[in-house]
C-alpha cells in the first residue's frame, strides 16, 4: 500500500488550504480514510474521516470551515481531499493521512502517509 500525500503550507488567518491524499496498491477495498493531525507535544486528533462510501465525520473543532471529499472511480486508486477554510492559528499542526484497508487475505490492517506541515499565521 501506498500514500501519496500533498498540499499543506504556509497561510494566514482565515486562508485556505487543500490537501490531497491518493492510495494506492493491491488490496481487496480500501474502507475508511482520515486526516489527522499531530505534532510533540499534542495528542493525535482525527480531524475529518470519510468513509468508502462518502460518509464523513469531523472533529468539532473544524466542523463548518473543514469539508473531506474522496474519489474512487479513477484507474483502482482512491483519493481524499481536505478542503480546509477560514483556518485559524490553532489548526497549525503536522497533518497525516490514514488509510484502512482489507488485504487480499481478507485481514484488515492500516496504513499512514507522511505528514504534510499546515501553518496558519495570525
Known amino acids: 500500500v501506498q500514500l501519496q500525500a500533498s498540499g499543506g503550507g504556509s497561510v494566514q488567518a482565515g486562508g485556505s488550504l487543500r490537501l490531497s491524499c491518493v492510495a494506492s496498491?493491491?488490496?481487496?477495498?480500501?474502507?475508511?480514510m482520515g486526516w489527522y493531525r499531530h505534532s510533540p507535544g499534542k495528542e493525535r486528533e482525527l480531524v475529518a474521516g470519510i468513509s468508502s462510501g462518502g460518509r464523513t465525520n469531523y472533529s468539532d473543532s473544524v466542523k463548518g470551515r473543514f469539508t473531506a471529499s474522496r474519489d474512487n472511480s479513477r484507474d483502482n486508486k482512491n483519493r481524499v481531499y481536505l478542503e480546509m477554510n477560514n483556518l485559524k492559528p490553532e489548526d497549525t499542526d503536522i497533518y497525516y493521512c490514514?488509510?484502512?484497508?482489507?488485504?487480499?487475505?481478507?485481514?484488515?490492517?492500516?496504513?499512514w502517509g507522511q505528514g504534510t506541515l499546515v501553518t496558519v499565521s495570525s
Open positions: 496498491g493491491r488490496v481487496f477495498s480500501f474502507n475508511d
Open positions: 490514514n488509510v484502512k484497508y482489507t488485504t487480499l487475505g481478507h485481514d484488515e490492517n492500516e496504513f
